[in-house]
């Protein structure tokens, strides 16, 4: 009866600790301006297990990221939740460059060609959280010696840059 009093309290730890590892959902986005390319690149980084467990809900199945079919699937859910808007308020075209993805992270590459960051009016903002409702995603801003930080949630998904 000890045994099992003591694998109980050992199983009921071990549950905990996997409960808590995980208490918060956040995604982080810089934007810089390439001076040499002319471009504005766009990288997101979010955590994997989010992603997985985002890919799964739509799709009721497992995801190998590293399948090019399975980072379409990414690829459309970025594309639709996240924008820049352009100063006629109208999505500046931003191009898929390529995505990453360990244990860890999944990292997602996107461009504004000939681009610079300045003609950006506002950023709409909705990766992961209509997924995951406290999800909290960062996006720096770098314009040469600036940065500014803007955070989007559940009640915050669009932003001016200015």
Do not use: C
């Amino acid at each position: 009866m000890k045994h099992l009093t003591r694998l109980f309290a050992l199983t009921l730890l071990f549950v905990s600790t996997l409960a808590s590892a995980h208490r918060f959902h956040a995604g982080m986005t810089d934007i810089a301006f390439n001076a040499r390319t002319g471009n504005t690149e766009i990288v997101h980084t979010y955590m994997a297990h989010d992603v997985e467990a985002l890919l799964a809900n739509l799709y009721g199945r497992q995801f190998d990221l590293s399948d090019p079919e399975d980072q379409d699937a990414i690829r459309k859910y970025v594309e639709g939740r996240f924008r820049i808007l352009g100063q006629d308020k109208a999505p500046l075209p931003l191009r898929w460059v390529g995505m990453t993805a360990d244990a860890e992270k999944v990292t997602v590459f996107q461009e504004i060609e000939q681009t610079p960051l300045w003609k950006a009016s506002a950023i709409h903002d909705k990766v992961l959280i209509d997924f995951i409702p406290d999800q909290v995603n960062t996006v720096n801003l770098n314009e040469g010696n600036v940065v500014r930080t803007l955070t989007f949630d559940l009640n915050n998904v669009e932003q001016p840059t200015r």
